[in-house]
C-alpha cells in the first residue's frame, strides 16, 4: 500500500520557470512532511520540511505548499536553475514515532533545460 | 559532505553469494537505518538500529540481515543473493529515531547481482 503518491515521475522546466511537484497522503496521523534532493551519484539530502499547523513554507527559492483538508503538499522550485536538476522525494511521517515511519513518494526526476 | 560513509562503493556478485555493506553513521549520530533504493520502488526501508539495539524492521527479506556494533558502525548481510537484489544500497543517519529526526543519507553501494 503506497501511503505518499507522488507525481510526475518525470519533468523537464526550462531555466527561469516554476518547477511543481505534488504529492498526497493517505494517513491522516502524518504531521511531517520532508522533501529530499537526490543528485546522481549521491544520496538524498533534506531540502525543506513542512508540518500542518503552516499551510506555506518558504526557503529561498523553494517553498511547500500544504493543504491538510486535500491531504496534499506540492514543492515550488521559482526561477529554476540547471543546478537543481536532480530528483525529489517527498516524505511524510508521524513525529510521535520513530523515523522507520517514514514513507517516501517514489520520486520526480527533475530536468532544468537552458 | 553528509558525514555518512558506505563501503564499498559499487559491489558486482552472483546469484547465490553473500555480500556485507559497511556504513559509518555521521559523527554523533545514534540512529542508523538502511534503505533499498530501485528503479520502480523509490526508497525502501529496511530496518533501524539505535545505539546498538535493533529498533525496527521494514520490508526486510529474512535472507538480509544486519547489525551495529559499539562504535556505531553498521553492517548489512545479503546472503543467497537473487537478481531481483540488483539495487543501490543506502545506509541514514540520525541523531534522535524520532519521526522529525532529519536522515543523513551515505552516497549508497551498488550491488549488482549477476
Known amino acids: 500500500q503506497q501511503q505518499v503518491k507522488q507525481s510526475p515521475q518525470s519533468l523537464i522546466v526550462q531555466k527561469g520557470g516554476i518547477s511543481i511537484i505534488n504529492c498526497a497522503y493517505e494517513n491522516t496521523a502524518f504531521d511531517y512532511f520532508p522533501w529530499y534532493q537526490q543528485f546522481p551519484g549521491k544520496g538524498p539530502a533534506l531540502l525543506i520540511a513542512?508540518?500542518?499547523?503552516?499551510s506555506e513554507k518558504k526557503e529561498g527559492r523553494f517553498t511547500i505548499s500544504f493543504n491538510k483538508s486535500a491531504k496534499q503538499f506540492s514543492l515550488h522550485i521559482m526561477d529554476s536553475q540547471p543546478g537543481d536538476s536532480a530528483t525529489y522525494f517527498c516524505?511524510?511521517?508521524?513525529?510521535?514515532?520513530?523515523?522507520?515511519?517514514?514513507?517516501f513518494g517514489t520520486g520526480t526526476r527533475l530536468t532544468i533545460i537552458p | 559532505d553528509s558525514g555518512v560513509t558506505q563501503t564499498p562503493k559499487h559491489l558486482i556478485t552472483a546469484t547465490g553469494q553473500r555480500v556485507t555493506l559497511r556504513c559509518s553513521p555521521r559523527?554523533?549520530?545514534?540512529?542508523v537505518y538502511w534503505y533499498q533504493q530501485s528503479l520502480d520502488q523509490g526508497l525502501q526501508f529496511l530496518i533501524q538500529?539505535?545505539?546498538?539495539?535493533?529498533?525496527a524492521k521494514g520490508n526486510i527479506l529474512e535472507r538480509f540481515s544486519a547489525q551495529q556494533f559499539p562504535d556505531l558502525h553498521s553492517e548489512l548481510n545479503l546472503s543467497s543473493l537473487e537478481l531481483g537484489d540488483s539495487a543501490l544500497y543506502f545506509c541514514a543517519s540520525s541523531v534522535e529515531g524520532t519521526g522529525d529526526s532529519p536522515l543523513h543519507f551515505g552516497n549508497g553501494t551498488r550491488l549488482t547481482v549477476t
Open positions: 538500529y539505535y545505539n546498538g539495539e535493533e529498533r
Open positions: 516524505a511524510a511521517s508521524t513525529t510521535n514515532f520513530g523515523n522507520e515511519k517514514l514513507t
Open positions: 513542512i508540518r500542518p499547523d503552516v
Open positions: 559523527s554523533g549520530d545514534l540512529s
